[in-house]
């Protein structure tokens, strides 16, 4: 294996990784907002659902990218 496919292989890890944790603070930010709305907290529910949705629609610059070449 080159050099080169060493730090190929480290970069796709680190993306996997990056959007696997991105999808764990995604589904924890939506677990606190029905957590709130179920406890009756529709201010605290509201803010904590635009939070999610905002982390939801986040990309990393080369999902935009990628995005953008397809």
Known sequence: MSPWDNI?????E???????????VVAQAQRE??????RG?????QLLQERADELRSFRFHWER????AA
């Open 8 to 12: 190929d292989r480290h970069l796709k």
């Open 14 to 24: 680190m993306h996997d990784f990056l959007i696997n944790d991105r999808a764990k």
């Open 33 to 38: 907002a029905d957590e709130a709305k179920a």
């Open 41 to 45: 907290e529709e201010q605290w529910s």
């Open 65 to 68: 990218e990628e995005a953008a």
